[in-house]
């Protein structure tokens, strides 16, 4: 049997794109935790699938490491075993497992290469845009035919202001 895969992604981004510094978030906001878990996680019999890099798996703290009631995919270079996440070694290796497992929805959630491997495959992103600036050294900025199509209210949790998007892949 082979899927059509309609990938979904989630990031949480500032204005000028940038999405980390040292491995890690640079905000802590907790409404955009929760809208993370609340959104990658299915509300079906069947679990979502989480694709993400090696360096974002490290850098989820170890309590929370795989992500709870989905099923956890990392994509590395590295040959690791443990079997509470899937490690592929390549994208066709993440195709392979995906064949083999029944879920709902598939979530990139990071970091910058991984959502660039498979901007083919997203149809949707779902974006927490941050208009409060924070130093950052990696940067994802989408392809433009991701356009906006909704949005929330501004939200605001200390001096930091965001909002929840969500953009689609619009091809002419």
């Known amino acids: 049997m082979t899927r059509k895969y309609n990938f979904k992604a989630i990031v949480a981004a500032t204005t000028n794109h940038g999405i980390g510094n040292k491995n ?11 809208f993370f878990k609340n959104t990658t996680i299915s509300k079906t019999q069947k ?25 956890n995919i990392v994509l590395t270079r590295q040959n690791i075993k443990d079997e509470s996440v899937i490690y592929c070694n ?11 497992i029944d879920y709902q929805d598939v979530f990139v959630i990071g970091g910058k290469m991984i959502y660039e491997l498979f901007y083919d495959y997203i149809d949707t992103f779902y974006l927490t845009r941050i ?37 689609k892949k619009h091809l002419l």
């Open 90 to 100: 390549s994208v066709n290796q993440v195709f392979q497992e995906l064949e083999k």
């Open 24 to 34: 890690a978030l640079p905000w802590r906001l907790s409404k955009d935790m929760e």
């Open 47 to 71: 679990p979502n699938v989480v694709i993400m890099g090696k360096k974002t798996f490290d850098s989820i703290p170890k309590k929370f490491r795989p992500l709870a009631d989905r099923i």
């Open 131 to 167: 208009f409060t600036e924070f130093e950052c050294d990696t940067f994802l900025e989408l392809p433009e035919y991701f356009k906006l199509v909704e949005k929330s209210e501004l939200q605001k949790q200390g001096q930091v202001e965001y909002e929840f998007q969500v953009l």
